[in-house]
């Protein structure tokens, strides 16, 4: 079936450093999403991207909807001890502009201060 | 401006009883999402209801699980007869109406379910 591979599966950086994961698949998709979640929390949507080729920016945050629709790309610059936290994509199914996502296995932020 | 509402948080079950569990989308959002997270994984799709209809039920067990979005109150996701195989986090998202390409998905804090 459908899936993403996101990786990498964790980081540990050093306060000030840039990060960047991604998350690819076999299968075409028309919605790349990326969410935070920390710990007994639920998912918080960072940025939402609509259309191949896209880069969009969200603070320190930026993410890009791979030309070919089967990847995409988060990027988070000067990062700070806040930024801890599971950081997953996901992608839209079928057809239309509503459906069910689905998820990568996330990449676990660890920051060192 | 209340988000995705669910509770109970945290629910404890032994084997063989009922697990109810419940959503309240955002204020104008009519499609709610289940979806369950096993410790160190990702998100699985379980249920898509919009009011009063099972829109796709593809990723839901076929035995002991059920949802419904009533037109009046929060959505249920409901397991009969719970295993210990259950035990997860359950989260509800909820998108607006429309059909707009630009529809997302924001999530509730889940409920932890954990049977003894």
């Known amino acids: 079936g459908q899936q993403l591979n996101q990786s990498p599966q964790s980081m540990f950086i050093q306060e000030g450093e840039d990060v960047s994961m991604n998350c690819t698949s076999s299968s075409i998709f028309n919605t790349w999403l990326w969410y935070k979640q920390e710990p007994g929390e639920g998912p918080v949507l960072l940025i939402a991207l609509y259309k191949a080729g896209e880069l969009t920016s969200n603070g320190r945050l930026t993410a890009q909807f791979g030309i070919t629709r089967k990847d995409s790309f988060l990027n988070i610059s000067a990062s700070i001890p806040s930024d801890v936290g599971i950081y997953f994509c996901a992608a839209r199914i079928g057809g239309g502009s509503q459906g069910n996502l689905i998820f990568g296995k996330g990449t676990k932020l660890s920051v060192k201060p | 401006n209340a988000g995705v509402m669910q509770n109970p948080r945290h629910l404890v079950r032994r084997r063989g009883q009922e697990a109810r569990l419940r959503c309240s989308p955002m204020?104008?959002?009519?499609?709610v999402y289940w979806y369950r997270q096993l410790p160190e994984e990702g998100l699985k799709f379980m249920v898509y209801l919009q009011k009063e209809n099972i829109i796709d039920e593809s990723g839901m067990p076929k035995e002991r699980f059920s949802a419904e979005f009533p037109k009046e109150g929060p959505s249920i996701l409901r397991i009969q007869q719970v295993v210990r195989g259950d035990s997860a986090a359950y989260f509800c998202?909820?998108?607006?109406?429309?059909?707009?390409?630009?529809?997302?998905?924001?999530f509730g804090p889940g409920t932890r379910l954990t049977v003894l």
């Open positions: 998202a909820s998108s607006p109406a429309g059909g707009m390409s630009t529809d997302t998905q924001y």
């Open positions: 204020k104008g959002h009519s499609h």
